[in-house]
Nanobody, 127 residues
Framework: QVQLVESGGGSVQAGGSLRLSCAASAYTYSSGCMVWFRQAPGKEREGVAAIWRGLGSTYYSDSVKDRFTISRDNAKNTVYLQMNSLKAEDTAMYYC????????????????????WGQGTQVTVSS
């Protein structure tokens, strides 16, 4: 059965905003870490934002810090990624992932850490 479903992707102009949603099953949503990854053609999969369920701590890659915000709605079992001031370099397929906590934090490197993945939603930013 589907455990993670991303939505909210689309095409926007540079400087615009998008809000991605990741709807999870109750069991998957109980994971210690929920993370957003992205992958552009010819590039490795990159972790951009993560949220730790335990303390609500958030983590961001340098490339999106101060522009993207990860949040959650526990009542809806949904994680969000608010993306502002979008740049052409943000163009990628965005994936939601879930997994366990390692060392008391959620890591943005090492996609292998995460056991459950959605199918992705495409974000395209034009200059």
């Amino acid at each position: 059965q589907v455990q993670l479903v991303e939505s909210g992707g689309g095409s926007v102009q540079a400087g615009g905003s998008l809000r991605l949603s990741c709807a999870a099953s109750a069991y998957t949503y109980s994971s210690g870490c929920m993370v957003w990854f992205r992958q552009a053609p010819g590039k490795e999969r990159e972790g951009v934002a993560a949220i730790w369920r335990g303390l609500g701590s958030t983590y961001y890659s340098d490339s999106v810090k101060d522009r993207f915000t990860i949040s959650r709605d526990n009542a809806k079992n949904t994680v969000y990624l608010q993306m502002n001031s979008l740049k052409a370099e943000d163009t990628a397929m965005y994936y939601c992932a879930a997994g366990s906590v390692y060392g008391g934090r959620c890591f943005l490197d090492g996609p292998w850490r995460y056991s459950v993945w959605g199918q992705g939603t495409q974000v395209t930013v034009s200059s």
